[in-house]
């Protein structure tokens, strides 16, 4: 029985890790879409700042290479950190930031620009700024969506190409806006998709923890679904139930989600993924070996106080 449960882990395990990869290849190939179609806008307008709250900064430049500024606190030195970073490729992005997160951080930053008001957030108001008929709305599905979407980018000829900054501005709002509401449809499919690849498996293991916390509990069901339950930060005293793909893509990334599980498995059974437990040994080891070259004196970690390698008499940089 014992065999049994861990191969049916490890086939979770591996699944969730595919299922992670394949978001990541579409959602870093739709951002690239989404930049190529508004290199002139972009350029035009000289660069965008998408997030400025401190200590979180990312830009775009004109050359659609982004700039990201984070702050973490150093273990060492119990000092904060920041670190600035240049990411050249959409991949890299979409490492770093949930795809509709971006979308809607493009969105905010083209609206500010052109001076609208606040972003809206119902659904009619959205298809009102989008310019979008009700009656010219499609049902689910990722096709007509990506459909939609794809029509929209290909109407936008030479003769609409904006003759102003301004116009720039509302053309990459209304963009960013479709493609954030396509982006949170295409993550609510695959956390779908998912569910039903599990299904088969779930009900031998019963329900997996994946995230346990103080204001979050984030769990596979036996029968293969993905279940939350949130303090959201506008309701601090209460706990809202997340019973839908669509209403998990409001607070979960599905590349954190996937990761999540398949770290929860390997945890629980290492023996599921034995190159995990592997890698893990190694970094634990490397940190702990002592210097080969300690007797040396000549190389960084030497056994000079305050040296920096250099043989000089101590006033190098303090090790850290």
Not at 247 to 256: G, I, R
Not at 267 to 288: C, M, S, Y
Not at 299 to 309: A, L, T
């Amino acid at each position: 029985m014992s065999d049994s449960r861990n191969s049916v882990l490890g086939e979770l395990a591996a699944d969730a890790a595919l299922e992670r990869s394949d978001f990541l290849a579409q959602a870093t190939e739709q951002l690239r879409r989404f930049l190529d179609a508004n290199r002139d806008r972009i350029a035009e307008l000289g660069g965008l700042t998408l997030i400025d709250d401190d200590p979180d900064y990312l830009s775009i430049a004109p050359d659609l290479s982004f700039r990201s500024r984070s702050r973490y606190l150093d273990e060492e030195t119990g000092e904060w950190v920041s670190d600035t970073e240049v990411i050249e490729t959409a991949a890299e992005l979409i490492e770093l930031y949930n795809p509709a997160d971006v979308y809607a951080a493009f969105a905010e930053a083209a609206r500010e620009a052109a001076g609208m008001p606040e972003e809206p957030t119902a659904t009619e108001d959205l298809l009102e700024v989008a310019g979008v008929a009700p009656e010219e709305t499609l049902g689910v599905g990722d096709d007509a969506y990506a459909g939609a979407a794809d029509a929209w980018a290909a109407g936008r000829s030479v003769a609409d190409a904006p003759a102003t900054e301004l116009e720039a501005a509302r053309s990459l709002y209304d963009l960013a806006l479709s493609f954030q509401d396509r982006s949170q449809r295409a993550e609510a499919r695959l956390f779908e998709q998912f569910e039903e690849a599990a299904g088969p498996i779930a009900p031998l293991l019963g329900e997996l923890v994946i995230v346990d916390d103080d204001d979050e509990r984030l769990v596979m069901t036996g029968e293969g679904a993905l279940r939350a339950q949130v303090v959201p930060e506008e309701a601090q005293d209460e706990w809202r139930p997340l019973t839908s793909a669509e209403d998990l893509v409001e607070f979960y990334d599905p590349t954190d989600v996937f990761g999540d599980l398949a770290d929860a498995v390997a945890e629980g059974w290492p023996e599921v993924a034995p190159e995990t437990a592997r890698a893990a040994d190694a970094v634990d080891d490397g940190l702990h070996a002592p210097d080969e070259d300690d007797e040396g004196g000549d190389d960084e970690g030497g056994d000079d106080e305050g040296g920096d390698g250099d043989g000089d008499d101590g006033d190098g940089d303090e090790p850290a």
